[in-house]
Nanobody, 124 residues
């Protein structure tokens, strides 16, 4: 079992930056693919970014490419999401997720464990 806890959400003005962190429990974190998803009010949850266990395979959703950066520190059991040039449409609850097998990092149904989410609000 893996438990995920997200940190770093908050309120920021458009054009600003935030860094989200997700800390995982368990000794097998380094073997998991990790992902970030988000869900805005009235919308379906969508893929934001994913990173394979080695950190070599990295994937982004089209709406965040060039603005967001995912990274991980396996020694700290932590995955990060650096969000720059934030826009009001980035407002959502952001979720961290872990995938034991890493078959397809962009597909949310592949993920086995989820955090509770952290709210990000971008004001115009």
């Amino acid at each position: 079992q893996v438990q995920l806890v997200e940190f770093g959400g908050g309120l920021v003005q458009a054009g600003g930056s935030l860094r989200l962190s997700c800390v995982a429990s368990g000794r097998t974190f380094s073997s998991y693919t990790m992902g970030w998803f988000r869900q805005a009010p009235g919308k379906e949850r969508e893929f934001v970014a994913g990173i394979r266990w080695s950190g070599v395979g990295i994937y982004y959703g089209d709406s965040v490419k060039g603005r967001f950066t995912i990274s991980r520190d396996n020694a700290k059991n932590t995955v990060y999401l650096q969000m720059n040039s934030l826009k009001p449409e980035d407002t959502a609850v952001y979720y961290c997720a872990a995938d034991r097998y890493g078959s397809s990092p962009i597909l949310q149904y592949e993920y086995d464990y989820w955090g509770q989410g952290t709210q990000v609000t971008v004001s115009s």
